[in-house]
Nanobody
Framework: VQLVESGGGLVQAGGSLRLSCVVS????????MGWYRQAPGKQRDMVAT???????DYADSVKGRFTISRDNVKKTVSLQMNSLKPEDTGVYYC?????????????????WGQGTQVTVSS
């Protein structure tokens, strides 16, 4: 199972970016998917998650500015980020809980992408 992110970059404060992540490989189903951020010297924190049924959840710091969505057919999850702030800067990782026929009992396993850098300048 592989996760590949795209869409990071450098943007001025107040600008927008859209991150995308595609999941590929030996997949039976995908449960929760989400985006996580790691700023320099800090731990990786949840930014937004979405259940298999499409229910989103957001960190308080991004509510009203970010929107997470998923396409279960295309096996993608996206994060629309508006009104970006310098404190949104970090490496953004896509995560997905995947059930694979390659895993005993189809037990769900959390997989991660390689990360994409988002830098917001003031």
């Amino acid at each position: 199972v592989q996760l590949v992110e795209s869409g990071g970059g450098l943007v001025q404060a107040g600008g927008s970016l859209r991150l995308s992540c595609v999941v590929s490989g030996s997949i039976f189903s995908i449960n929760d998917m989400g985006w996580y951020r790691q700023a320099p010297g800090k731990q990786r924190d949840m930014v937004a998650t979405i259940t298999g049924g499409g229910k989103p959840d957001y960190a308080d710091s991004v509510k009203g500015r970010f929107t997470i969505s998923r396409d279960n057919v295309k096996k993608t999850v996206s994060l629309q980020m508006n009104s970006l702030k310098p404190e949104d800067t970090g490496v953004y990782y896509c995560g997905a809980d995947v059930r694979s026929p390659d895993v005993k009992d189809y037990a769900p396993v959390r997989y991660w992408g390689q990360g994409t850098q988002v830098t917001v300048s003031s």
